[in-house]
Nanobody, 125 residues
Framework: QVGLVESGGGLVQAGGSLRLSCAAS????????MGWFRQVPGKEREFVAA????????VYSDSVKGRFTISRDNTKNTVYLQMNSLKPEDTAIYYC??????????????????WGQGTQVTVSS
C-alpha cells in the first residue's frame, strides 16, 4: 500500500491558478503511474489527468485539457497538478491516486489501488 497526501488546495478567483501536490510514501514511486481525479458532492468521481511512470505520457480529460498540467518529480516522490485559467466548474475535492491495476484504463477510477484524502479547490466567480 502507498500513502498519499495531497496539498495545495484553496480558494481562488476565476481565471486564477493553483498547484496541487501529492506526496507518496514508500520507495517504489518510480514503478507506477499516477492520476488526479475530482469529485463534487452528489456526483461521481471523475478523471482529471494521469501520468505514466517516467512522465513521458500524460492524459487529460477534455474539460481541463490546455489549462491543467500534470507532472511528477521522482526524486521527491511527488506528483503535481498545475491548474491555470480556473473556472467555477472546477470547484471540487481533488484526489490523487496511485498504482493502477494492469489492464485498466488510467482514466478509470476502478484502476487505482491507493487514494489520498483529497484537497478542496474552490473557484469563485
Amino acid at each position: 500500500q502507498v500513502g498519499l497526501v495531497e496539498s495545495g488546495g484553496g480558494l481562488v478567483q476565476a481565471g486564477g491558478s493553483l498547484r496541487l501536490s501529492c506526496a507518496a510514501s514508500g520507495r517504489t514511486f518510480t514503478t507506477y503511474s499516477m492520476g488526479w481525479f475530482r469529485q463534487v458532492p452528489g456526483k461521481e468521481r471523475e478523471f482529471v489527468a494521469a501520468i505514466t511512470i517516467g512522465g513521458a505520457t500524460t492524459v487529460y480529460s477534455d474539460s481541463v485539457k490546455g489549462r491543467f498540467t500534470i507532472s511528477r518529480d521522482n526524486t521527491k516522490n511527488t506528483v503535481y497538478l498545475q491548474m491555470n485559467s480556473l473556472k467555477p466548474e472546477d470547484t471540487a475535492i481533488y484526489y490523487c491516486a496511485a498504482r493502477p491495476r494492469l489492464g485498466y484504463d488510467l482514466r478509470d477510477t476502478r484502476a487505482y489501488n491507493d487514494w489520498g484524502q483529497g484537497t478542496q479547490v474552490t473557484v469563485s466567480s
